[in-house]
């Protein structure tokens, strides 16, 4: 399984960013797709997570500035970042969640992480 994400790079205060993720190797749908971001010091958090029915969550911090999406294609997620600040520099991760039907075994859950991109946003 690899999650390859990309879209990161080096933006003003005000500017904007789109992070993409797709995923291949899994066999199921997932139930939970997002992003989780880590600064230099600090716990990985979530940023922004859809569920399979369409509803999102998100931190605090970026409620109303970033929208997280899927993709058309299964095991797809975006994230459109605006009005970036310099606190929201970090490294973006993305995250996808669910179920994969194992033989003689049945249902195992699965947690799988991308690679990371750095997201750097200048004053």
């Known amino acids: 399984v690899q999650l390859q994400a990309s879209g990161g790079g080096l933006v003003q205060a005000g500017g904007s960013l789109r992070l993409s993720c797709a995923a291949s190797g899994i066999t199921s749908r997932s139930t939970e797709r997002g992003w989780y971001r880590q600064a230099p010091g600090k716990q990985r958090e979530l940023v922004a997570q859809?569920?399979?029915?369409?509803?999102?969550t998100y931190a605090d911090s970026v409620r109303g500035r970033f929208t997280v999406s899927r993709g058309d294609a299964e095991n797809t997620v975006y994230l459109q970042m605006s009005s970036l600040k310099p606190d929201d520099t970090a490294v973006y991760y993305c995250?996808?969640?669910?179920?994969?039907?194992?033989?003689?075994?049945?249902?195992?859950?699965?947690?799988?992480w991308g690679q990371g991109t750095q997201v750097t946003v200048s004053s």
């Open positions: 859809i569920r399979r029915g369409g509803t999102t």
């Open positions: 995250n996808m969640k669910g179920w994969e039907d194992r033989p003689i075994v049945g249902p195992v859950p699965y947690n799988y």
